[in-house]
Nanobody, 114 residues
Framework: QVHFEESGGGLVQPGGSLRLSCKWS??????VEWNRQAPGEQRERIAD???????SYEDSVKGRFTSSMDYAMRTAFLEMTNLTPEDTGVYYC??????????WGSGTLVIVSS
């Protein structure tokens, strides 16, 4: 059975940084997506990282967020810098197996506020 769990969220001031982790067990995961759900908004994909190490980002986080993966440790990371209140939300990771089978974590809350 595949299980994903995020950690690292919390309260941070504008301009601050946080590092989120996404650890999984089971599955033949080849890609991990990071998704964010802001208050009152739909969940949206903001970044992803492949087992090959290739990453991609949405424009809203490009240049500020960096995704990485330690496949041996079955852990993906999202390094977030220069955070703004618009980055507030619940951050989810989603792992993909061949054939597109998705596995979601339960999310970690990030609040950017002074």
């Amino acid at each position: 059975q595949v299980h994903f769990e995020e950690s690292g969220g919390g309260l941070v001031q504008p301009g601050g940084s946080l590092r989120l982790s996404c650890k999984w067990s089971g599955g033949a995961i080849y890609l991990v997506e990071w998704n964010r759900q802001a208050p009152g908004e739909q969940r949206e994909r903001i970044a992803d990282i492949g087992r090959s190490g290739v990453a991609s980002y949405e424009d809203s986080v490009k240049g500020r967020f960096t995704s990485s993966m330690d496949y041996a440790m079955r852990t993906a990371f999202l390094e977030m810098t220069n955070l703004t209140p618009e980055d507030t939300g619940v951050y989810y990771c989603k792992g993909l197996e061949p054939g597109g089978v998705p596995h979601w974590g339960s999310g970690t809350l990030v609040i950017v506020s002074s």
